[in-house]
């Protein structure tokens, strides 16, 4: 102090500019010193709730889903001993501490911690939403590595699909074309209406319910019905990035009208016959059919 004769400590909050100043400096809004007798701005930390930015300049408030610690400061973030805020489990954050709430049953796919590195293992994307190429989703929120046989389940379920559209064409080109008409909308009207019921179950596993037996099992089975590509290991033969995942939903629907397509064209060759209008009203009336069926579940699957 100016005209003291004994020096004095500078107290909690303080600094001294240099060994001769005649006065303590303040800290600036929410920093405080760890001690006294403090000897530099660089003395001045952060309070517990607040970080230092990477400007450097003042103190942030801790922001929803992060732990910031007495002194954090994001410029210590490549440092070994470096303290800084660290993400909740539950929650993602990049390096500039943009931070994501991860939504969904599989919230413990974000394991929190250190700032760009807070999914766990196997997982990247924003908020940890996809599997690295290669991997598949686990049970614990990881993303496990696959083996030679975990896409076999893809392949069967899409060769059984072609199989049952030949026997549901076939089965239409037989019948007589007025009934069929009438039987096929009914047909296609209950089935669309049993696949919304399974869309909309399916949307209700999602919730953060633990959901006893059999009401459980009964969900993960009618997830391949919301299109879940994911329930086949699809990721195992293709990204499981979010946007692969939803074009490969609304691609379903469209792959099941040219696949029956190009049955028809093969019935119109092998028995010889033109494209008469006939056998074109038993095309429509398959496409017709599958529309029924797969238009309200793909519309849902697509919000």
């Known amino acids: 102090t100016m005209g003291a004769t004994v020096c004095q400590w500078c107290p909690l909050g303080t600094y001294a500019a240099g060994d001769d100043t005649a006065s303590c400096a303040l800290c600036g809004d929410?920093?405080?010193?760890?001690?006294?007798?403090?000897?530099?701005?660089?003395?001045?930390?952060?309070?517990?709730?607040s970080y230092?930015?990477?400007?450097?300049?003042?103190?942030?408030?801790?922001?929803?889903?992060?732990?910031c610690a007495e002194g954090s400061d994001l410029r210590t973030l490549d440092e070994a001993d470096g303290v800084y805020p660290l993400a909740l489990a539950g929650y993602?954050?990049?390096?500039n501490l943009s931070v994501f709430r991860c939504w969904g049953s599989d919230a413990a796919r974000c394991v929190g911690g250190k700032p760009g590195e807070t999914?766990?293992?196997?997982?990247?994307?924003?908020?940890?939403?996809?599997?690295?190429?290669?991997?598949m989703k686990s049970s614990d929120g990881s993303c496990e590595e696959c083996s030679a046989l975990d896409s076999i389940p893809l392949f069967?379920?899409?060769?059984?699909?072609?199989?049952?559209l030949v026997?549901?064409?076939?089965?239409?080109?037989?019948?007589?074309?007025?009934?069929?008409?009438?039987?096929?909308?009914?047909?296609?009207?209950?089935?669309?209406q049993l696949l919304t019921v399974t869309q909309q179950l399916s949307i209700t596993s999602q919730m953060k319910i633990d959901w006893p037996e059999p009401m459980s099992?009964?969900?993960?089975?009618?997830?391949?019905?919301?299109?879940d590509v994911e329930v086949l290991r699809a990721s195992c033969v293709m990204s499981s990035a979010p946007s692969a995942n939803y074009l490969m939903r609304l691609l379903i629907f469209v792959a099941c009208l040219i696949i029956v397509f190009i049955i028809h064209c093969l019935r119109v060759m092998i028995r010889k016959k033109s494209f008469s209008g006939e056998s074109f009203n038993v095309l429509?009336?398959?496409?017709?059919?599958?529309?029924?069926?797969?238009?309200?579940?793909?519309l849902l699957a697509a919000v």
Request: net charge negative.
């Open 30 to 49: 929410g920093e405080m010193t760890s001690d006294v007798a403090s000897q530099s701005s660089e003395a001045c930390l952060c309070s517990e709730g």
């Open 92 to 95: 993602f954050t990049e390096e």
């Open 284 to 298: 429509v009336c398959a496409w017709g059919t599958i529309t029924l069926v797969f238009f309200i579940p793909v």
């Open 156 to 164: 069967v379920v899409a060769l059984l699909t072609v199989l049952v």
């Open 119 to 135: 999914c766990a293992v196997g997982r990247t994307g924003i908020a940890c939403g996809y599997c690295l190429e290669g991997r």
């Open 167 to 192: 026997l549901f064409y076939s089965a239409l080109a037989r019948q007589d074309m007025v009934r069929q008409s009438i039987a096929a909308t009914f047909v296609g009207l209950a089935l669309g």
């Open 52 to 67: 230092r930015p990477l400007s450097g300049s003042g103190c942030v408030d801790c922001e929803e889903g992060l732990d």
């Open 217 to 227: 099992t009964l969900l993960e089975v009618v997830a391949i019905f919301a299109f």
